[in-house]
Nanobody
Framework: QVQLVESGGGSVQAGGSLRLSCAVS????????MGWFRQAPGKEREVVSV????????YYDDAVKGRVTITRDNTKNPVYLEMNSLRPVDSTLYFC????????????????????WGQGTQVTVSS
């Protein structure tokens, strides 16, 4: 059974940085496209960033472009989301997700493309 475990969340001041990690177990990490999403209370889960199974393709939502970097090394675990210049509006619960689908990366921005989700890690940015 595939499991994803996020870590690295926490509380920082505006302008600070965090590195989120997503550890994959039960399936080779290299076979998965990986996505990071976030969800505020009462709102839909939205994509933050996606990286293809090979690492050759990445996607960033406009809200985080230039401030966030998603990386992976398929010889290692986990997959990382480096977040810089954090803003209070970035405060919410962050989830990682995995997908085995071999589809264009732009289509991996939708939650329905993913088969496994982690439990989430909280990010809080104070002004």
């Amino acid at each position: 059974q595939v499991q994803l475990v996020e870590s690295g969340g926490g509380s920082v001041q505006a302008g600070g940085s965090l590195r989120l990690s997503c550890a994959v177990s039960g399936r080779s990490v290299s076979s998965n496209n990986m996505g990071w999403f976030r969800q505020a209370p009462g709102k839909e889960r939205e994509v933050v960033s996606v990286i293809s199974w090979s690492g050759g393709g990445t996607y960033y939502d406009d809200a985080v472009k230039g401030r966030v970097t998603i990386t992976r090394d398929n010889t290692k675990n986990p997959v990382y989301l480096e977040m810089n210049s954090l803003r209070p509006v970035d405060s919410t619960l962050y989830f990682c997700a995995s997908s085995l689908r071999r589809i264009p990366i732009v289509t991996l921005t939708r939650t329905v493309r993913y088969d496994t989700w982690g439990q989430g890690t909280q990010v809080t940015v104070s002004s």
